[in-house]
């Protein structure tokens, strides 16, 4: 996991854990960030069982004590809440499938205490930042041009497309995955509209703006043959017709809000809380901006209300003569 590791990573031969696995990646269609993840924690707690215990983790006989030592375990090694609540989470996601299987009838972790996690609002770029942001693809191709520096030159192609990626996002509020799975005929041209492919397999159809439009046109006027079909809509530079790859997008953005004078260490998920939480600022009500961003349950759209009615407090303390 990339979270703070607790015990060698030698891997783990568990019928329960491969089925599961095979679960998420088929029925579930589970990203492979949460697929690597949850096997990870898996196989961690099976480490530790087998290092304190001496033998295999008999999943259909854990009881409730064992998961409470395994948390003191982690407490020891000085483990963050999140870090923690991440392996739980696996282990009850797991222990749910074991009783659809039959292979306990009750989750041994169901009503454990953890730690509760801190309550952090999300970060994001103000409408201002996020204009600077995409004007700076445009002046890392002009810097390029000017400077002629030695080694690979700066690619026409690779800023037009990385416009074309930052208006998206902006434009729909896409998860990463989602952006880069999205394929030329998920395009509504006519409609303005963008078939999205979410976590669980779950389809939704969103608005996209013409800017996007226009940018992704753009960046597909650079090729001879523009994709078509099932093509992906962004493509890798370093890998022939392949789709973008996470990694690949978040180097570049680290270059761009460098070149707009922003924090570097943002994520591109930042830029999908920019999305939500402006929507809600120009009046969009929650339960739109909920399902535009596929959550299934409204409490994880609230933190981005928190974020607009903090906003609202601070701008009420400034001005407000009896604050």
């Known amino acids: 996991m990339k979270s703070e590791s607790t015990s060698s990573k030698a891997p783990v031969s568990d019928k329960w854990i491969q089925k599961f696995l ?15 993840n949850y096997g990870d924690a898996l196989a961690e707690f099976s480490r530790w069982h ?8 008999p999943w259909e006989r854990l009881q409730r004590d064992d998961f409470r030592s395994y948390l003191r375990f982690l ?21 749910k499938f074991l009783i659809r299987h039959g292979a306990v009838q009750l989750s ?17 770029l103000t409408v201002p930042q996020m204009r600077a942001l995409f004007d700076a693809p445009v002046k890392w191709l002009e810097a390029g041009k000017q400077e002629k520096k030695p080694g690979r030159p700066v690619s026409a192609a690779a800023c037009l497309r990385d416009l074309a990626v930052l208006e998206t996002i902006y434009s729909c509020g896409l998860r990463i995955s989602e ?17 999205v492919r979410g976590k669980g397999k779950k389809e939704r159809l969103l ?9 992704i046109q753009n960046y597909w006027n650079t090729m001879k043959q523009p994709p078509a079909g099932a093509s992906p809509v962004f493509f890798s530079e370093t890998k022939a ?24 260490r ?8 920019s999305y939500a939480t402006h929507l809600l600022d120009a009046g969009a009500d929650l339960r739109s901006v909920q399902e535009l961003l596929g959550h299934t349950h409204l409490v994880t759209t609230q933190i981005y209300a928190h974020v607009t009615t903090e906003r609202l407090k601070r701008a009420y303390d400034a001005a407000h003569p009896r604050a």
């Open 22 to 36: 095979a679960h998420l990646a088929t029925d579930r269609g589970a990203s492979p960030y949460t697929q690597r």
């Open 50 to 57: 087998r290092e304190e215990r001496g033998l295999a983790a």
């Open 75 to 95: 407490g020891r090694h000085n483990l963050g809440r999140p870090a923690i609540q991440l392996r739980f989470s696996a282990l009850r996601t797991f222990y």
């Open 108 to 124: 041994p972790i169901k009503n454990l205490s953890l730690p509760k996690l801190e309550r952090r609002l999300p970060k994001y």
């Open 179 to 195: 952006l880069c799975g999205l394929r030329a005929d998920d395009l509504d041209w006519n409609e303005q509209l963008v078939r």
């Open 207 to 215: 608005p996209i703006g013409k800017p996007a439009l226009r940018a």
């Open 241 to 264: 017709r392949a789709p973008l790859h996470r990694v690949q997008l978040s180097r570049r953005l680290k270059l761009y809000l460098a070149l707009a004078g922003l924090d570097p």
């Open 266 to 273: 943002l994520t591109p998920h930042k830029l999908r809380h």
